[in-house]
C-alpha cells in the first residue's frame, strides 16, 4: 500500500484548485497510462482494502449510504451521489479515494450508485481527468447482457468444451431467428447493441441533472435523443416496422401500453404486453409520481410554447430568440435539471415518465418487483418504449421548432462557393468482406453485416474473475466522402461541410422530411482562393462519433501514448449508418457548405471528436448555428413552385450544397 502511494503521489502532484467536471471530447492532453491503472481498482469487483483501514476509516468517520435501486432520473438519488463526491473530493488524496471507491464497490458490485459514483468522483479530480476509465459494460455486465449469456461465459467452461471437441457452445440467437412474435424483436441488436447503452449512460453522466447546465446542455438534451429517434425510425424502414408512435399523458397513457418487453436481465423485471399506466406511483421514498400531475405539466408547457413564453417564478420569460431565450432553456425545463426555469410549475416531467414506466410492475411496491429496464440510463434504450417514450418528448421541442421563423434561400446560401458534386466510396475491411464487390459497386454504396464479438467481462468471483460473452453486433464496410467544390472568392474560405442522411420514402412535404435526416458528420476544410478541389473525409473520422474504445485489457496492458480519455459518450463506432436491407435500402446523402468564419464560436477550434452529441472539455459548444442546421426548423414553402417543396429543390436552388442517391446493403450472408 505504501508503494502504491508514493508512486501514485509521484505521478499526481497535488493541485485541488480546479475541481471542474471534465466534460465530454475527452481531455486535449493524451491519456496517462499509469494513472488509468492507478484508478482501475475503483471499478473491478475484487476487494483491495483490508479489514483494518475499513474499521479505521468507515466507522463511524466517514459512513457511506449505498442507494440499492439507483436511479438518475430521481432528484433525490442525484442529490446523495453528488453529495458523496463531493465528499471524496474533499479528501484530496487520490489514493484513498481509489481505495474507497473499491471499497464501496464491492459492497455492491452491480449497483448502479457505485459505478455512477466512481465516475463523476473521478471526472471532478484534475489528477485523474486524463485518465481512461474501463467501459461500463465491462465492469457492470449484468446491465448489457442476459442471465443466459453470463451462464454460458464462463472462460474455463469454455475452453474445456472446445478442447473436448464440443462445438455446440450457447451464444445469442441468430438476428430475425422466430424467437418470438414480438415484431419489435426485430430491432432487439440495435437496441442491445452494448456500445449504445453505454453512450446514453455516459451522457447522462457528464451533463448531470444536479450541476449547473454546461453551455446548451437543454439544447443538446433534445438533439441527442432525436438523432437517436430518427436514427431508430431509419432503423424500422429497413425492417419494415412503421414510425415510432408517441406514447404519454395526452397521447395515449389513457390505453394500455402495447409493447411488453423482457430484457432477461438480472436486477430487472419484465413487462407484458397491454400493460395500463398506473395513477401513481410510489419512489420508495416519501414521494410519489401521479399521472394527472404529469399531464398539467404537459399542459403548462404547451401553453408556454403557444404563448411564447415560459413563466419564471419572478415573471414571464419570452422564448423568441430576440430575447436571449434558445431551446437551451426549454430543453433543461423539460429535463428538470437545474437549468429549469420553473421546476415548481413545469415540474420533472421527463424524468418522471421513466420512473413510471418502469414501475408499471409494482407502482406501489407492494410486491418488492424489481424496476424495469427504463429505471436505468444503461438499460432504458433497450425497452421499445424508450422511443416512444423520446417521440413523446421530442414532440414538445417540435411544438416549439414549428414557432421559429423558418429558413430561406437567403439564410443557407453563401457567395463564391460552390458544391459541384458529393459521393461516397465504400472500401473493404480487414476481413475483405468487400472482396466480391466490385469497384463500381463500391460507389454510392454502403454495405453492412452482423458479427460475432467476443466482450471480456468482470464479475464479483475471485475463483474465475473474467468472463467471455459473445454479442452480435452491426458492422459496416468503411468508406470515404468525395467532395468537389470550388472556391471563386477571392480569399481562403474555411468552410464546414455539414452531412446528413435520410431514407428515401414518400413524405407529403419538406416539414415532415427534415426530422428524418440523421447527422453524419460535420467537419471543417480550408479552400484556397481560387481553388477547385476534391474533399476526402473517412467515415471513421466522423464528429458524431465516440472515441476508440480502451478495454480493461488495454488499461492494463498500458495504453499508447497518443491515446485520448474515453468518456464513453459519442455515437457508437459501427453504428454510423443504418443497417440498410439485403435487397439495398434507398437513401440520400445531403450535405450543405457553410462558412466557419461565421458559423464557429472560435474559428480555431474545430468540430473534433465526438464533439456533436456530447460538447467539449470546458469550452463553449463549437458551432454557433442551432444544432441539426439545417433541419432543426422549418424550410419556407408554398404552393408557389418557386418555393422549395422537397429536399432536392433546395439542393438544386443553392450552389453551397448538393445531394447524392445512396444505397445501403445488408449482406445477410456475410
Not at 469454455?158 to 438476428?175: H, N, Q, S, V, Y
Not at 468552410?495 to 440523421?518: E, G, M
Not at 468540430?607 to 460538447?615: E, I, L
Given at each position: 500500500t505504501l508503494?502504491y502511494?508514493i508512486?501514485?503521489?509521484i505521478l499526481?502532484?497535488e493541485?485541488?484548485?480546479?475541481l471542474?467536471?471534465?466534460?465530454?471530447?475527452?481531455c486535449?492532453k493524451?491519456?496517462?497510462?499509469t494513472i488509468s491503472l492507478?484508478?482501475?481498482?475503483?471499478?473491478l469487483?475484487?476487494?483491495t482494502?483490508?479489514?483494518?483501514?475499513i474499521?479505521d476509516?468507515?466507522?463511524?468517520?466517514?459512513?457511506i449510504d449505498?442507494?440499492?435501486?439507483?436511479?438518475?432520473?430521481?432528484?433525490?438519488?442525484?442529490k446523495?451521489?453528488?453529495e458523496?463526491a463531493?465528499k471524496?473530493?474533499?479528501?484530496?488524496?487520490?489514493?484513498?479515494?481509489?481505495?474507497?471507491?473499491?471499497?464501496i464497490?464491492?459492497r455492491?458490485p452491480e449497483?448502479a450508485y457505485c459505478?455512477?459514483?466512481?465516475?463523476?468522483?473521478?471526472f471532478k479530480?484534475?489528477?485523474?481527468?486524463?485518465?481512461?476509465?474501463?467501459p461500463?459494460?465491462q465492469?457492470?455486465?449484468?446491465?448489457?447482457?442476459?442471465?443466459?449469456?453470463?451462464?454460458?461465459?464462463?472462460?474455463k467452461?469454455?475452453?474445456?468444451?472446445?478442447?473436448?471437441?464440443?462445438?455446440?457452445?450457447?451464444t445469442?440467437?441468430?438476428?430475425?431467428?422466430?424467437a418470438?412474435?414480438?415484431?419489435?424483436?426485430?430491432?432487439?441488436?440495435?437496441r442491445?447493441?452494448p456500445?449504445?447503452?453505454?453512450?446514453?449512460?455516459?451522457?447522462?453522466?457528464?451533463?448531470?441533472t444536479?450541476n449547473?447546465?454546461?453551455d446548451?446542455?437543454g439544447?443538446l438534451?433534445?438533439?441527442?435523443?432525436?438523432?437517436?429517434l430518427?436514427?431508430?425510425?431509419?432503423?424500422?424502414l429497413?425492417?419494415?416496422l412503421?414510425?415510432?408512435?408517441?406514447?404519454?399523458?395526452?397521447?395515449g397513457?389513457?390505453?394500455?401500453?402495447?409493447e411488453?418487453?423482457n430484457?432477461?436481465l438480472e436486477?430487472?423485471?419484465?413487462r407484458?404486453?397491454?400493460?395500463?399506466i398506473?395513477?401513481k406511483?410510489d419512489?420508495?421514498?416519501?414521494r410519489?409520481?401521479l399521472?394527472?400531475?404529469?399531464?398539467?405539466?404537459r399542459?403548462?408547457?404547451?401553453?408556454a410554447?403557444?404563448?411564447?413564453?415560459?413563466e419564471?417564478?419572478?415573471?414571464?420569460?419570452?422564448?423568441y430568440?430576440?430575447?436571449g431565450?434558445?431551446?437551451?432553456?426549454l430543453?433543461?425545463?423539460?429535463?428538470?435539471?437545474k437549468g429549469?426555469?420553473?421546476?415548481?410549475?413545469?415540474?420533472?416531467l421527463?424524468?418522471?415518465?421513466?420512473?413510471?414506466?418502469?414501475?408499471?410492475?409494482?407502482?406501489d411496491?407492494?410486491f418488492?418487483?424489481?424496476?424495469?429496464?427504463m429505471?436505468?440510463?444503461?438499460?432504458?434504450?433497450?425497452?421499445p418504449?424508450?422511443?416512444?417514450w423520446?417521440?413523446y418528448?421530442?414532440?414538445?421541442?417540435e411544438?416549439?421548432?414549428?414557432?421559429?421563423t423558418?429558413?430561406?434561400?437567403?439564410?443557407?446560401?453563401?457567395?463564391?462557393?460552390?458544391?459541384?458534386?458529393?459521393?461516397?466510396?465504400?472500401?473493404d475491411?480487414?476481413?475483405?468482406?468487400?472482396?466480391?464487390?466490385?469497384e463500381?459497386?463500391?460507389?454510392n454504396?454502403l454495405?453492412?453485416w452482423m458479427?460475432?464479438?467476443?466482450?471480456?467481462?468482470?464479475?464479483q468471483n475471485?475463483?474465475d474473475?473474467?468472463r467471455?460473452v459473445?454479442q452480435?453486433?452491426?458492422q459496416y464496410?468503411p468508406f470515404?466522402?468525395?467532395f468537389?467544390?470550388?472556391?471563386?472568392?477571392?480569399?481562403?474560405?474555411?468552410?464546414?461541410?455539414r452531412?446528413f442522411?435520410?431514407?428515401d420514402?414518400?413524405?407529403?412535404?419538406?416539414d415532415?422530411?427534415?426530422?428524418?435526416?440523421?447527422?453524419?458528420?460535420?467537419?471543417?476544410q480550408?479552400?484556397?482562393?481560387?481553388?477547385?478541389?476534391t474533399?476526402?473525409?473517412?467515415?471513421?473520422?466522423?464528429s458524431?462519433?465516440?472515441?476508440d474504445v480502451?478495454?480493461?485489457?488495454?488499461?492494463r496492458n498500458?495504453?499508447?501514448?497518443?491515446?485520448?480519455?474515453?468518456c464513453?459518450c459519442?455515437?457508437?463506432?459501427?453504428?454510423?449508418?443504418?443497417?440498410?436491407s439485403?435487397g439495398g435500402m434507398k437513401?440520400k446523402?445531403?450535405?450543405l457548405?457553410?462558412?466557419?468564419?461565421?458559423?464557429?464560436?472560435d474559428?480555431?477550434?474545430?468540430?473534433?471528436?465526438n464533439v456533436?452529441?456530447?460538447?467539449?472539455?470546458?469550452?463553449?459548444?463549437?458551432?454557433?448555428?442551432?444544432?441539426?442546421?439545417p433541419?432543426?426548423?422549418?424550410?419556407?414553402?408554398?404552393?408557389d413552385?418557386?418555393?422549395?417543396q422537397?429536399i432536392?429543390?433546395?439542393a438544386?436552388?443553392l450552389?453551397n450544397?448538393?445531394i447524392?442517391?445512396i444505397?445501403?446493403?445488408?449482406?445477410?450472408?456475410?
Amino acid at each position: 500500500t505504501l508503494l502504491y502511494t508514493i508512486k501514485f503521489e509521484i505521478l499526481c502532484p497535488e493541485d485541488t484548485d480546479n475541481l471542474k467536471m471534465s466534460e465530454c471530447d475527452g481531455c486535449e492532453k493524451p491519456a496517462d497510462a499509469t494513472i488509468s491503472l492507478s484508478v482501475l481498482d475503483a471499478f473491478l469487483p475484487f476487494p483491495t482494502i483490508d479489514e483494518e483501514f475499513i474499521v479505521d476509516f468507515f466507522v463511524p468517520p466517514f459512513p457511506i449510504d449505498i442507494i440499492p435501486d439507483f436511479s438518475v432520473f430521481i432528484e433525490e438519488h442525484m442529490k446523495k451521489v453528488q453529495e458523496t463526491a463531493a465528499k471524496l473530493v474533499a479528501l484530496e488524496d487520490t489514493p484513498l479515494i481509489v481505495k474507497t471507491l473499491n471499497y464501496i464497490k464491492n459492497r455492491a458490485p452491480e449497483s448502479a450508485y457505485c459505478d455512477y459514483l466512481s465516475r463523476i468522483t473521478l471526472f471532478k479530480l484534475p489528477h485523474t481527468r486524463n485518465a481512461i476509465l474501463p467501459p461500463v459494460s465491462q465492469v457492470r455486465p449484468t446491465a448489457f447482457f442476459t442471465k443466459d449469456q453470463l451462464k454460458a461465459a464462463t472462460e474455463k467452461e469454455a475452453a474445456f468444451r472446445l478442447a473436448a471437441g464440443e462445438t455446440d457452445i450457447p451464444t445469442p440467437p441468430k438476428i430475425g431467428a422466430p424467437a418470438t412474435l414480438d415484431p419489435e424483436y426485430k430491432l432487439a441488436w440495435w437496441r442491445e447493441d452494448p456500445s449504445i447503452n453505454e453512450h446514453h449512460y455516459n451522457w447522462h453522466v457528464y451533463y448531470s441533472t444536479e450541476n449547473p447546465p454546461k453551455d446548451r446542455q437543454g439544447e443538446l438534451f433534445a438533439y441527442m435523443h432525436e438523432q437517436a429517434l430518427a436514427r431508430y425510425d431509419f432503423e424500422r424502414l429497413g425492417v419494415g416496422l412503421s414510425h415510432v408512435v408517441p406514447y404519454g399523458p395526452g397521447h395515449g397513457w389513457d390505453s394500455p401500453l402495447l409493447e411488453g418487453y423482457n430484457g432477461k436481465l438480472e436486477g430487472f423485471s419484465y413487462r407484458a404486453a397491454n400493460m395500463p399506466i398506473p395513477e401513481k406511483a410510489d419512489l420508495r421514498s416519501t414521494r410519489k409520481i401521479l399521472k394527472r400531475a404529469m399531464e398539467t405539466n404537459r399542459t403548462r408547457l404547451h401553453v408556454a410554447i403557444a404563448r411564447d413564453y415560459l413563466e419564471r417564478e419572478e415573471g414571464p420569460l419570452r422564448l423568441y430568440r430576440d430575447d436571449g431565450i434558445t431551446m437551451h432553456d426549454l430543453g433543461c425545463t423539460v429535463e428538470a435539471n437545474k437549468g429549469s426555469i420553473n421546476p415548481l410549475l413545469y415540474g420533472n416531467l421527463h424524468n418522471n415518465g421513466h420512473v413510471m414506466l418502469a414501475l408499471v410492475n409494482d407502482p406501489d411496491n407492494r410486491f418488492g418487483i424489481e424496476t424495469g429496464p427504463m429505471f436505468d440510463t444503461l438499460t432504458a434504450m433497450r425497452d421499445p418504449v424508450f422511443f416512444r417514450w423520446h417521440k413523446y418528448v421530442d414532440n414538445i421541442f417540435e411544438e416549439y421548432r414549428q414557432t421559429l421563423t423558418p429558413w430561406t434561400k437567403e439564410d443557407l446560401e453563401i457567395g463564391g462557393v460552390t458544391l459541384e458534386s458529393i459521393s461516397v466510396v465504400s472500401s473493404d475491411d480487414e476481413e475483405d468482406h468487400l472482396r466480391k464487390i466490385s469497384e463500381e459497386d463500391r460507389n454510392n454504396h454502403l454495405y453492412t453485416w452482423m458479427e460475432e464479438k467476443d466482450i471480456s467481462v468482470y464479475l464479483q468471483n475471485k475463483e474465475d474473475p473474467e468472463r467471455v460473452v459473445k454479442q452480435i453486433i452491426m458492422q459496416y464496410a468503411p468508406f470515404t466522402y468525395k467532395f468537389n467544390v470550388t472556391n471563386t472568392r477571392s480569399k481562403d474560405a474555411l468552410l464546414c461541410f455539414r452531412v446528413f442522411l435520410c431514407p428515401d420514402q414518400w413524405i407529403p412535404n419538406l416539414d415532415h422530411q427534415k426530422t428524418s435526416f440523421i447527422e453524419l458528420d460535420c467537419f471543417v476544410q480550408e479552400v484556397k482562393a481560387g481553388e477547385s478541389k476534391t474533399v476526402e473525409r473517412k467515415s471513421e473520422e466522423s464528429s458524431v462519433l465516440m472515441a476508440d474504445v480502451s478495454t480493461v485489457e488495454d488499461i492494463r496492458n498500458g495504453v499508447k501514448e497518443d491515446t485520448k480519455p474515453y468518456c464513453g459518450c459519442g455515437w457508437p463506432r459501427n453504428l454510423l449508418i443504418p443497417r440498410g436491407s439485403p435487397g439495398g435500402m434507398k437513401s440520400k446523402l445531403f450535405v450543405l457548405v457553410t462558412d466557419w468564419n461565421e458559423d464557429a464560436v472560435d474559428a480555431t477550434v474545430r468540430m473534433t471528436g465526438n464533439v456533436a452529441f456530447c460538447g467539449k472539455v470546458d469550452a463553449k459548444y463549437p458551432d454557433k448555428k442551432p444544432m441539426g442546421f439545417p433541419f432543426d426548423r422549418k424550410f419556407v414553402v408554398s404552393d408557389d413552385p418557386k418555393y422549395w417543396q422537397k429536399i432536392e429543390d433546395v439542393a438544386a436552388d443553392l450552389e453551397n450544397c448538393a445531394i447524392a442517391n445512396i444505397k445501403i446493403t445488408y449482406m445477410e450472408d456475410s
